[in-house]
């Protein structure tokens, strides 16, 4: 592995932290907004299976921080491609129209797009 992918693995890896941390700020100002307005979040299944659903999803960016680091460059490549696709399409689907989470989920595509581009410039 050279310098410049050591370098670009550990770039990839805050990437996937700050996933993390906008998604996690995303649910929590969500959660605000339905506590101060009132209104009953809307879940389309029932809410124990709906948590099952969110704690895998939202388990990906904290994984990719370890696989990122542990995986050979081939399947990095692969996996962080495969991840961030999937979190980009949970981002834009489960996302609302409120300020805040236009804000946040646009930020969070950019950061997965800028782990897509990273990832796929590595040399096998």
């Known amino acids: 592995m050279t310098t410049l992918q050591f370098n670009s693995k550990i770039l990839v890896i805050l990437l996937w932290i700050s996933v993390m941390l906008t998604m996690l700020f995303a649910d929590i100002f969500s959660l605000i907004v339905e506590m101060t307005d009132g209104i009953v979040i809307d ?9 099952g659903i969110a704690a895998i999803l939202t388990n990906i960016p904290i994984l990719m921080i370890i696989l990122t680091w542990v995986l050979p460059t081939k399947w990095n490549k692969w996996v962080n491609v495969s991840a961030a696709i999937f979190t980009i399409f949970y981002v834009v689907g489960g996302g609302a129209m409120l300020p805040h989470y236009l804000v946040i989920g646009c930020i969070e ?6 782990i897509m581009r990273v990832v796929l410039r590595w040399k096998l």
């Not at 879940?43 to 299976?49: G, M």
């Not at 595509?109 to 800028?114: D, N, R, S, W």
């Open 43 to 51: 879940i389309p299944l029932d809410a124990k299976t709906m948590m």
């Open 109 to 114: 595509i950019v950061l997965l797009i800028l």
